[in-house]
Structure formats: structure tokens, C-alpha cells
Nanobody, 124 residues
Framework: QVQLVESGGGLVQAGDSLRLSCAAS????????MAWFRQAPGTGREFVAA???????YYADSVKGRFTIARHHANHTMSLQMNSLQPEDAAVYYC??????????????????WGQGTRVTVSS
């Protein structure tokens, strides 16, 4: 069992930066695949970035070069550094985890554990 809690969302201006964090508890952390998804009003849950236990990272084309995912094993947290934010990045961002997730399907929203989300608003 894993419990996930996101933090760091807020209101920023276009071109600015934010860093989101996801705190994990309730089970072992290092063996889990971790990911960030986002959902804007009227849309489905969209893949953003994923981090595997071996250090591999994957990014959606829409954020590659602007966002960076990282794991911080000492305190069981994961972060998402978001730079050059644009209005289309505005959404509720969700943290996800899965101990047995297949690497082939890193982009699918079929993870076993989810946080409640943190809202990111970008003004122009």
C-alpha cells in the first residue's frame, strides 16, 4: 500500500517556473515506478513524465526540454521541475505509483496508486 500527496501547485505567469513534489508513504519506495499526469477541465488525464527505479525517465513531447522529473530516495519524494510554463500547462497535476508497472506502458494512466492532485494555474 502506498499513499501519495502532491504539493507545490499555485498561480504563476506565463514564462515562469514551478516545482511540484510528491511524498510517498505506506510501503517501500525505491522499487516503484513513479509518474506525473495532468488533467485540464473537459479533458482526459494526460501523461507528463515518468521515473523508473533504475533511473530511466520518460517525457511527453509537449513538456520535453521544459520539465524535469527527479526522485529523492532519502525522503521518499519525487519532484517535477516545470520551466517556461505556458497557459496550456494549466491543469491539476497528479502523482502516480505502481510497483509492477510495465516499462512498455509508462504513458498509460493505469497506475495502482494516485494522489489527490495539486492545481497549477498559468496566467498570460
Amino acid at each position: 500500500q502506498v499513499q501519495l500527496v502532491e504539493s507545490g501547485g499555485g498561480l504563476v505567469q506565463a514564462g515562469d517556473s514551478l516545482r511540484l513534489s510528491c511524498a510517498a508513504s505506506g510501503s517501500t519506495f525505491s522499487d516503484y515506478a513513479m509518474a506525473w499526469f495532468r488533467q485540464a477541465p473537459g479533458t482526459g488525464r494526460e501523461f507528463v513524465a515518468a521515473s523508473w527505479s533504475d533511473g530511466s525517465a520518460y517525457y511527453a513531447d509537449s513538456v520535453k526540454g521544459r520539465f524535469t522529473i527527479a526522485r529523492h530516495h532519502a525522503n521518499h519524494t519525487m519532484s517535477l521541475q516545470m520551466n517556461s510554463l505556458q497557459p496550456e500547462d494549466a491543469a491539476v497535476y497528479y502523482c502516480a505509483a505502481d510497483r509492477r508497472k510495465s516499462r512498455t506502458y509508462y504513458y498509460t494512466p493505469k497506475y495502482d496508486y494516485w494522489g489527490q492532485g495539486t492545481r497549477v494555474t498559468v496566467s498570460s
